[in-house]
């Protein structure tokens, strides 16, 4: 077996711990509004989130071909697989920092701070073009688009309902957030599985065992999803209780009007644009969106900064950390 042969299952194999760590991280953004709300139980929503995440990650391949092709240029060889590596490896170490600070960080961000970081430390060509049109205006707009939108849905219910009963009105949309949490937890594995996809594709394409226009084959796909599911239904019970409780306290109508908005902008930045935005960031603003149209202070703002700062922080922390595990890798292996 020869080394390059070697590199390439190591890279796979850390690629879908990834994918692992970034379906506990996540598994918040699609099911903590429900539980909070008590729409759905813990247990069913992890259920419901890992299923709806590997169908998820069947409905496309924009997202992984942005990820694979148009964020760094990897030299071909053993060289280019330890650029791969020491990318996954930032960004594992960054899902694990904020994982254990509880705080609702981009997977998504650090996987492209990886890249981006240890491309710069390999003196390899990044995609600036790529990464600003791709990653960095879809990063500033995801969440001003969902914080806007969830408060219009949020507004249309208030009006809607407004000579209902309250109690008559929550139960209804108890029931509505099982279909809402499945289109974020769907969303989810549509946006994120992706990546995963679009790294391993990238690594196969660095090892010369698969041509750059060939399209992601099956296993990787099915790799993926499988890894992102196994990984939401273990639960990120740290990051759910910030996005369920710690931001504002929600109803069953916030809740819904929240998934429904960032369920929304999920599907237009993947099979729209295929442009790789956090689930983290979208579902986040929403739920500041539809806390702010009952009033500014219901919003924990405090904690919402704390969660922007760890939003600012991502790509270079995640950069920092794949830069220095290529020096590493890099002296260990070649």
């Known amino acids: 077996m020869d080394l390059s042969l070697v590199l390439v299952i190591g890279v796979v194999v850390i690629a879908l711990a990834f994918d692992y760590t ?148 929550n139960r209804g949309f108890r029931y509505a957030q099982t279909v809402s949490a499945a289109a974020m937890a769907l969303g989810h594995g549509l946006q994120d599985a992706q990546k995963t996809m679009g790294v391993i594709f990238l690594s196969l394409v660095v090892g010369g065992y698969i041509n750059p226009g060939s399209e992601i084959p099956q296993w990787v796909i099915l790799a993926s999803a499988g890894a992102i599911s196994l990984g939401t239904y273990s639960g990120g019970w740290r990051i759910m209780r910030t996005l369920g409780r710690r931001i504002i306290a929600l109803d069953p109508p916030q809740g819904f009007a929240a998934e429904s908005a960032a369920a929304v902008v999920l599907y237009t930045a993947a099979i729209g644009f295929g442009a790789p935005i956090s689930t983290t960031h979208t579902i986040t603003s929403a739920i500041m969106g539809v806390g702010a149209t009952k009033r500014l202070s219901a919003v924990r703002w405090g904690v919402a900064g704390n969660i922007v700062t760890g939003w600012i922080l991502t790509i270079p922390a995640a950069a920092l950390v794949a830069a220095v595990s290529y020096f590493a890798l890099h002296w260990v292996i070649e």
């Open 22 to 169: 970034n379906g506990f991280h996540d598994a918040a953004n699609a099911i903590a509004t429900s539980v909070s709300t008590r729409a759905l139980t813990p247990r069913a929503a992890l259920f419901m989130a890992a299923a709806m995440n590997f169908i998820g990650a069947h409905l496309g391949t924009q997202v992984a071909a942005t990820v694979g092709k148009g964020i760094i240029d990897a030299p071909d060889g053993s060289h280019g697989l330890v650029i791969v590596a020491s990318a996954l490896i930032g960004a594992i170490c960054w899902n694990l920092i904020t994982w254990y600070f509880g705080l609702p960080s981009s997977s998504s961000h650090a996987l492209i701070g990886g890249l981006v970081g240890a491309a710069l430390a390999s003196a390899s060509t990044v995609h600036w073009d790529g990464v600003l049109e791709k990653v960095v205006l879809p990063m500033v707009l995801s969440p001003l688009l969902g914080f806007t939108l969830a408060g219009a849905i949020m507004i249309a219910i208030y009006w809607i309902f407004r000579n209902s009963q309250p109690g008559k009105t």
